[in-house]
């Protein structure tokens, strides 16, 4: 079978959806059977913290390596060159943040959410509210993001052209998601995570195997190579590209370096602040096992984004920046044009059903964080001020679980070709912003106090939104998702170089001027069990 | 197993005695005289990159060998050093963190009401 020409599909649709079909087959079976008890609280909210360290290291990199990061990293690199190179380096320096200063500390002092360690000692109901709200809007942005994605996704991979179409593939997705969040649990997400990256990892690997032998396991002729065909491209702005150098996408103006620096911040700061990340924490039997989790998620999650170094300057060597650029799906068509180029239809159709698997994986990981957060932060400890019963509360759960599923595909319909590649960097703004400076505070600093929280995660959450809003990802811009309006006063894409350190200041501006001093008692209390695990939630046993 | 919410029952004196210990005082000082440097270093290494990044673009783009640059160099130095302080903190919470918790913990559990 050849290559069609462009916009149109590459590979045997037929083959693209089969694989997928036995993965959800395979995933649907393992979920049932490792699901026969949900009904306590625990066991569905953490899977009754009976993961090992490796399983849930292995289950993070599923949560985390999105199709925005195989998909768009890979396409990045292959046509801008070492600028997509500088996302992945992001995405993993982050997680130091999470070994470090959080993962321990996040296990032993809380039991199913974020809010759990933030409101230990400061007041109960406003701080779980505003961590709350943070939660579900930081989820809500990564599970639209990922949904439309889905849809550009089906019309490379799929053939499915109309936009009638696609809706109906974005409706099974999340339909799927649904089913895998009320049958599974935490303990069915888990496992679709965890087979869903074991696949990402071990298919991108075998391509960067095959991309290496090719060059006879010469990186430097790789790059040149990338370089070369890049030079030689004859669509519009990309001949003059240096892709082995920083600069291609975000050199030029100096709004535009400052954007670079913004993004930069973003990222390597929102990783340990992502509702859904932190929640992961809570699966695992002890700190240590936490630790041994993130362990594991650096060394896969390290390995591989070096995979798609070498796999985005091998698409750029080996299919041709042209090619990618005028495939259906644009910057994100590299890895499949890869896979394909490399391995026909059947490694394509692999590669397409692993990449339809990550975004099944991450969405059903975002749904059970954000029904979590909402049933026991908003339900039973803000509305029904902790009179609530545990079965209650997964029975809320579900219910959110169903309306956030039915929300994610309605949105994921509309924003269907938008260009909402920003939201993933805005969800990372947000969590830097909103969640990380209140979860250092509240780990580390004996004096911070309740009114110090919520300047801090509202200041963060609100400036992010508003300067977003008023930025030229908006409108304004050709790019932006509203381009025949122009009301953008902010020159930034990125809001985070102003709104994470205004956060951080908040949270110190709150604290000093409140006179409410800290409870010495409550802070004894989560600082020993913070940093020993004494009177940490146990593993439950059957 | 059923699960109550605060489930161990150290009282709240037992917690304000144990922070005051000199031996759970040892473990606070001896994580805070890790971790936070070991941030500092990891975040003043990652700005330097990005900043390099943003700016000296052609100082990154000097070539080393073969097609290779500095660029590049540095930034799978940032792999490194990402996986070498992961290294060195399970090193250091394995000898030095875990034990000191531990004591503690049993203590705490010998002295529950």
Redesign the interface.
Same mark, same amino acid.
């Given at each position: 079978m050849t290559l069609l020409a462009a916009t149109e599909t590459v590979g045997n649709p037929a083959a693209n959806i089969g694989i997928f079909a036995l993965f959800v087959v395979i995933t649907m079976i393992v979920v049932i059977r490792a699901s026969k008890k949900n009904a306590t609280a625990d066991e569905f909210f953490t899977g009754g913290r009976g993961f090992s360290g490796p399983q849930n290291g292995i289950a993070i990199a599923g949560d985390y390596l999105s199709a925005a990061s195989f998909l768009g990293i890979a396409g990045a690199i292959a046509v801008y060159g070492y600028d997509g190179f500088l996302y992945s380096i992001g995405f993993l320096v982050a997680w130091l943040v999470a070994l470090l200063l959080v993962a321990e500390l996040m296990r032993n002092t809380g039991r199913f959410t974020m809010a759990d360690v933030l409101s230990f000692r400061l007041s109960q109901r406003p701080v779980r509210m505003a961590a709350a709200t943070s939660t579900l809007t930081v989820s809500l942005f990564y599970l639209l993001a990922q949904m439309a994605g889905a849809g550009g996704l089906v019309a490379l991979l799929l053939d499915v052209q109309s936009k009638s179409g696609q809706s109906v593939v974005i409706a099974v997705v999340g339909l799927l998601m649904i089913v895998y969040v009320l049958v599974g649990g935490m303990k069915g997400t888990t496992w679709v995570q965890i087979i869903k990256a074991v696949l990402l990892i071990t298919g991108a690997g075998a391509m960067t195997v095959i991309v290496l032998v090719k060059f006879g396991l010469n990186f430097s002729e790789i790059l040149g190579s990338a370089q070369q065909a890049i030079s030689s491209a004859t669509t519009a702005g990309v001949a003059n590209r240096d892709v082995l150098a920083p600069g291609a996408q975000y050199g030029g103006s100096f709004t535009s370096q400052i954007n670079f620096i913004s993004l930069a911040i973003a990222l390597v700061l929102g990783t340990a602040g992502l509702p859904h990340v932190l929640m992961r924490f809570y699966t695992v039997p002890t700190a240590k096992e936490a630790r041994r989790s993130v362990v594991w998620a650096i060394a896969l999650i390290g390995a591989f984004y070096l995979f798609t170094l070498v796999l985005g300057y091998g698409a750029a060597a080996l299919v041709g920046p042209d090619r990618i650029l005028a495939a259906a799906g644009g910057v994100n068509s590299a890895a499949p044009l890869l896979a394909f180029e490399l391995g026909g239809v059947i490694l394509l159709g692999v590669i397409s059903a692993v990449a339809f698997a990550t975004i099944l994986a991450v969405v059903a990981g975002l749904t059970i964080t954000a029904s979590a957060s909402f049933a026991h932060d908003i339900y039973a400890s803000v509305l029904k001020k902790g009179q609530v019963s545990e079965s209650e509360q997964v029975r809320v759960s579900r219910i959110t679980a169903v309306v956030l599923g039915v929300l994610a595909i309605g949105l994921g319909i509309l924003a269907n070709g938008q260009n909402v590649a920003f939201l993933v960097a805005l969800a990372f703004a947000i969590a830097a912003a909103a969640n990380l400076p209140t979860i250092v505070y509240s780990l580390y600093w004996k004096r911070f106090n309740t009114r110090g929280a919520l300047w801090s995660m509202y200041g963060g959450l609100i400036s992010t939104l508003v300067l977003i809003v008023f930025s030229p990802a908006v409108s304004g811009a050709k790019t932006a998702m509203i381009p025949s309006v122009d009301f953008a006063w902010f020159p930034l894409a990125n809001p985070g170089i102003v709104s994470i350190p205004l956060a951080f200041v908040l949270g110190i501006v709150g604290t000093m001027t409140s006179k409410v001093p800290g409870d010495p008692v409550l802070d004894a209390e989560m600082e020993v069990r913070s940093l020993t695990g004494v009177g940490a939630e146990k593993a439950i046993s059957h | 197993?059923?699960?109550t919410?605060?489930?161990?029952v150290?009282t709240?004196q037992q917690?304000?005695d *144990?922070?005051?210990s000199p031996e759970?005082q040892e473990?606070?000082t001896r994580?805070?005289r890790f $971790?936070f440097p *070991?941030?500092a270093f990891? /975040?003043i290494w990652?700005a330097t990159? $990005? /900043?390099l =990044?943003? @700016?000296a673009?052609?100082f990154?783009?000097t070539p080393v @060998? =073969?097609?290779?640059?500095v =660029?590049?160099l540095i =930034?799978l130095g940032?792999?490194l050093t990402?996986?070498l302080?992961?290294g060195i903190? $399970?090193r250091f919470?394995n000898r030095e963190l875990?034990p000191r918790?531990a004591a503690?913990?049993a203590e *705490?559990?010998g002295t529950e009401r």
């Amino acid at each position: 079978m050849t290559l069609l020409a462009a916009t149109e599909t590459v590979g045997n649709p037929a083959a693209n959806i089969g694989i997928f079909a036995l993965f959800v087959v395979i995933t649907m079976i393992v979920v049932i059977r490792a699901s026969k008890k949900n009904a306590t609280a625990d066991e569905f909210f953490t899977g009754g913290r009976g993961f090992s360290g490796p399983q849930n290291g292995i289950a993070i990199a599923g949560d985390y390596l999105s199709a925005a990061s195989f998909l768009g990293i890979a396409g990045a690199i292959a046509v801008y060159g070492y600028d997509g190179f500088l996302y992945s380096i992001g995405f993993l320096v982050a997680w130091l943040v999470a070994l470090l200063l959080v993962a321990e500390l996040m296990r032993n002092t809380g039991r199913f959410t974020m809010a759990d360690v933030l409101s230990f000692r400061l007041s109960q109901r406003p701080v779980r509210m505003a961590a709350a709200t943070s939660t579900l809007t930081v989820s809500l942005f990564y599970l639209l993001a990922q949904m439309a994605g889905a849809g550009g996704l089906v019309a490379l991979l799929l053939d499915v052209q109309s936009k009638s179409g696609q809706s109906v593939v974005i409706a099974v997705v999340g339909l799927l998601m649904i089913v895998y969040v009320l049958v599974g649990g935490m303990k069915g997400t888990t496992w679709v995570q965890i087979i869903k990256a074991v696949l990402l990892i071990t298919g991108a690997g075998a391509m960067t195997v095959i991309v290496l032998v090719k060059f006879g396991l010469n990186f430097s002729e790789i790059l040149g190579s990338a370089q070369q065909a890049i030079s030689s491209a004859t669509t519009a702005g990309v001949a003059n590209r240096d892709v082995l150098a920083p600069g291609a996408q975000y050199g030029g103006s100096f709004t535009s370096q400052i954007n670079f620096i913004s993004l930069a911040i973003a990222l390597v700061l929102g990783t340990a602040g992502l509702p859904h990340v932190l929640m992961r924490f809570y699966t695992v039997p002890t700190a240590k096992e936490a630790r041994r989790s993130v362990v594991w998620a650096i060394a896969l999650i390290g390995a591989f984004y070096l995979f798609t170094l070498v796999l985005g300057y091998g698409a750029a060597a080996l299919v041709g920046p042209d090619r990618i650029l005028a495939a259906a799906g644009g910057v994100n068509s590299a890895a499949p044009l890869l896979a394909f180029e490399l391995g026909g239809v059947i490694l394509l159709g692999v590669i397409s059903a692993v990449a339809f698997a990550t975004i099944l994986a991450v969405v059903a990981g975002l749904t059970i964080t954000a029904s979590a957060s909402f049933a026991h932060d908003i339900y039973a400890s803000v509305l029904k001020k902790g009179q609530v019963s545990e079965s209650e509360q997964v029975r809320v759960s579900r219910i959110t679980a169903v309306v956030l599923g039915v929300l994610a595909i309605g949105l994921g319909i509309l924003a269907n070709g938008q260009n909402v590649a920003f939201l993933v960097a805005l969800a990372f703004a947000i969590a830097a912003a909103a969640n990380l400076p209140t979860i250092v505070y509240s780990l580390y600093w004996k004096r911070f106090n309740t009114r110090g929280a919520l300047w801090s995660m509202y200041g963060g959450l609100i400036s992010t939104l508003v300067l977003i809003v008023f930025s030229p990802a908006v409108s304004g811009a050709k790019t932006a998702m509203i381009p025949s309006v122009d009301f953008a006063w902010f020159p930034l894409a990125n809001p985070g170089i102003v709104s994470i350190p205004l956060a951080f200041v908040l949270g110190i501006v709150g604290t000093m001027t409140s006179k409410v001093p800290g409870d010495p008692v409550l802070d004894a209390e989560m600082e020993v069990r913070s940093l020993t695990g004494v009177g940490a939630e146990k593993a439950i046993s059957h | 197993m059923a699960t109550t919410d605060r489930q161990p029952v150290n009282t709240a004196q037992q917690f304000v005695d *144990m922070q005051a210990s000199p031996e759970f005082q040892e473990l606070r000082t001896r994580l805070r005289r890790f $971790v936070f440097p *070991m941030t500092a270093f990891f /975040l003043i290494w990652y700005a330097t990159y $990005v /900043l390099l =990044g943003a @700016f000296a673009t052609d100082f990154m783009a000097t070539p080393v @060998f =073969g097609n290779v640059n500095v =660029g590049l160099l540095i =930034g799978l130095g940032q792999f490194l050093t990402t996986f070498l302080i992961t290294g060195i903190y $399970v090193r250091f919470a394995n000898r030095e963190l875990d034990p000191r918790a531990a004591a503690i913990r049993a203590e *705490m559990a010998g002295t529950e009401r």
